[in-house]
């Protein structure tokens, strides 16, 4: 039989499931334990134990992290089969680090895509503002961002991508050959049956036509559209009302955004624990999810696994969740009239219908469960080991 694998998952985040990207590897490693591999992990807080001073702070310990996370794995090479590492914070080869396993380099978001979308934003929108010295380290950060994640996907040998769109531009513009998997992300069963069963009935969503944002507040993952969403859907269903939730940023920012008087019908909440999250989406009727591009979209896969059908560009991340199953919830990137057209066609229609609707995106939201992508990973990767120490 084959043994456990001795992985070690990198990442420059603390280890909270409230971030995104740090959660991928979070819950993850946990199936991976509960298979019985022996799994560690090297995140931000463990190469800098010490609360950041300031923001500025913050950033530098992020161009640092690279050379503290090789450190540690010069330190420890030969406990470890498998190294998966976010892209960006492992740049260096496998001999450079002494390794003699796998070194994959996960995307949770590939950077070529998200510094497109930024230019396409800066000419849609104005550039962001700031002193000169701050737009210095912002260019700067960038630049160092983009050239660790080039050195990532040259020096891996397995480039983990979560939907089939980087695999595109990773063959297509980055013109890189390296071998890849496309996997993506799940729910634990536990977590996905919390989510299902705390959903009111049907009917009383579908009357109450609450419609429900995840994600942190940023212009990437729609905060310039939703203005205009809001006040289209309430001028064809004007009992129609928003919650936000996990923004991450105060209130005032997101009021400023939506450009709206403070109101009844809008609800935000910037910060919630994971666990709460059923309860929050329990009396909800609809997902939106406008974002332009996303490693995954996780938050599409929760709102489903709610029975909520999920609106959402046809972008990078939630085109792999609903084409396949749900193909009528995906609208063109950026059109904001056919996004709002279609919240109000879930709102509007019959009960029966919602209800049909409702069905499938608990069903779609089956199709992603962490131990069977965990069981596939740990497959996946111990052909390339194979491959690697042949």
């Given at each position: 039989m084959d043994q456990p694998l001795r992985i070690l998952a990198v990442v420059n985040l603390p280890w909270d499931p409230r971030l995104g990207a740090a959660r991928v590897w979070i819950e993850?490693?946990?199936?991976?334990?509960?298979?019985?591999?022996?799994?560690?992990?090297?995140?931000?807080?463990?190469?800098?134990?010490?609360?950041?001073?300031?923001?500025?702070?913050?950033?530098?310990?992020?161009?640092?992290?690279?050379?503290?996370?090789?450190?540690?794995?010069?330190?420890?090479?030969?406990?470890?089969?498998?190294?998966?590492?976010?892209?960006g914070v492992l740049p260096f080869s496998r001999r450079s680090l002494g390794f003699r396993g796998l070194l994959v380099a996960r995307s949770v978001g590939l950077y070529?895509?998200?510094?497109k979308f930024e230019r396409f934003a800066a000419k849609r929108w104005a550039p962001l503002k700031g002193k000169l010295p701050g737009r210095l380290f912002y260019w700067f950060f960038n630049r160092r961002a983009r050239a660790t994640s080039q050195a990532s996907i040259r020096h891996c040998d397995l480039l983990n991508l979560p939907n089939s769109d980087e695999l595109v531009c990773v063959r297509d513009e980055i013109k890189s050959a390296k071998p890849a998997i496309v996997q993506p992300y799940g729910l634990q069963p536990a977590r996905r049956q919390a989510l299902f069963e705390a959903a009111a009935p049907a009917e009383a969503r579908w009357q109450k036509k609450r419609i429900v944002f995840i994600?942190?507040?940023?212009?990437?993952?729609?905060?310039?559209?939703?203005?205009?969403?809001?006040?289209?859907?309430?001028?064809?269903v004007p009992g129609a009302c928003f919650l936000f939730l996990g923004t991450m940023i105060a209130n005032e920012n997101v009021w400023k955004d939506l450009d709206l008087n403070r109101a009844d019908f809008v609800e935000i909440v910037p910060q919630f624990d994971p666990d709460q999250l059923p309860e929050l989406l329990s009396d909800?009727?609809?997902?939106?999810?406008?974002?332009?591009?996303?490693?995954?979209?996780?938050?599409?896969?929760?709102?489903?696994?709610?029975?909520?059908?999920?609106?959402?560009?046809?972008?990078?991340?939630?085109?792999?969740?609903?084409?396949?199953?749900?193909?009528?919830?995906?609208?063109?990137?950026?059109?904001?009239?056919?996004?709002?057209?279609?919240?109000?066609?879930?709102?509007?229609?019959?009960?029966a219908h919602y209800?049909?609707?409702?069905?499938?995106?608990?069903e779609a939201a089956q199709l992603f469960s962490w131990p069977d992508i965990a069981r596939a990973t740990a497959a996946e990767y111990r052909k390339h080991l194979h491959d690697v120490r042949a």
């Open positions: 993850l490693t946990d199936e991976w334990r509960q298979a019985g591999h022996r799994v560690e992990k090297f995140c931000l807080t463990d190469a800098f134990p010490e609360p950041a001073s300031s923001p500025a702070v913050a950033a530098v310990r992020l161009l640092r992290f690279p050379f503290r996370a090789a450190q540690f794995v010069r330190e420890n090479a030969e406990r470890f089969d498998v190294i998966d590492a976010l892209t070529h895509l998200y510094e994600g942190m507040w940023s212009v990437r993952k729609g905060a310039k559209d939703f203005g205009q969403i809001i006040r289209q859907v309430r001028d064809r909800c009727a609809a997902g939106a999810f406008p974002s332009y591009v996303e490693g995954f979209g996780m938050a599409v896969v929760e709102q489903l696994a709610a029975g909520l059908p999920t609106i959402a560009y046809a972008a990078p991340g939630p085109r792999d969740i609903l084409r396949n199953t749900l193909a009528e919830l995906l609208v063109p990137t950026g059109d904001v009239a056919r996004f709002s057209e279609a919240l109000c066609e879930i709102l509007t229609n019959d009960l209800q049909e609707l409702s069905d499938r995106s608990a």
